[in-house]
């Protein structure tokens, strides 16, 4: 099956900077890439998803880009706020009607005031 | 609209007790999904339902049942609880092939 592999665990970062958060994925036929954060004690929503048949993808001040040859994406979090801080999480997927979402495991990202 | 909805949001229970979760949607939404979440692991699907009528195992189905009761409801049941089976829950749902929205979550502890 699928195997997601997510780094890094941890994250510091400045308020203002960027933050760039990876993943790598194992079976070439996942075709869905979403991210989702959770706040602490909250559920999983998500934020952004990107599809195989695009390299990049935008929304403000996230962005996800995907190499499907390394078969690696990553997210991209630029001006960085406080209410950034939380874990997030990527995932992958092969297309179904029912997407069996496999997903790494989390990455706390603080943002330091 | 409530989304998905989860009950209960608490559950303790001791060791060989059963119990079933429930979840439900609002959104007319075919497949729906029962995650569990442990600390460092991430999400990881439990069992999953394509649509009304249809379930079928994900990556931990062991120590588990469930059933689609109607297109809004579907149940997790822990025939008997496991310490391992301590976990947070939750319930998805989604239109074929797009965003899956989470419930709240049940936080279940067996002892």
């Known amino acids: 099956g699928e195997n997601v592999e997510q780094h890094p665990s941890t994250l510091s970062v400045q308020e203002g900077d960027s933050a760039v958060i990876k993943c790598t994925y194992s079976d070439s036929a996942s075709n869905y890439f979403p991210w989702y954060k959770q706040e602490l004690g909250k559920r999983p929503q998500l934020i952004i998803d990107?599809?195989?048949?695009?390299g990049e993808k935008k929304d403000q001040r996230i962005a996800v880009t995907l190499n499907k040859t390394a078969k690696h994406f990553s997210l991209h979090i630029t001006e960085t706020q406080p209410e950034d801080s939380a874990v997030y999480f990527c995932?992958?997927?092969?297309?179904?009607?029912?997407?069996?979402?496999?997903f790494g495991s989390g990455t706390q990202l603080t943002v330091l005031p | 609209n409530a989304g998905v909805t989860q009950t209960p949001k608490f559950q303790v229970l001791k060791t060989g007790q059963s119990m079933t979760l429930q979840c439900a949607q609002d959104?007319?939404?075919?497949?729906m999904y029962w995650y569990r979440q442990d600390p460092g692991m991430g999400l990881r699907l439990i069992y999953y339902s394509a649509s009304e009528g249809t379930t079928d195992k994900g990556e931990v189905p062991n120590g588990y049942n469930v059933s689609r009761l109607n297109k809004r409801e579907f149940s997790l049941r822990l025939e008997s609880a496991a310490p391992s089976q301590t976990s947070v829950y939750f319930c998805a749902s989604s239109l074929a092939g797009q965003e899956q929205f989470f419930g709240p979550g049940t936080r279940l502890t067996v002892l």
């Open positions: 995932a992958a997927s092969i297309a179904g009607s029912a997407r069996q979402l496999t």
């Open positions: 959104m007319n939404h075919n497949s």
């Open positions: 990107i599809r195989s048949n695009v």
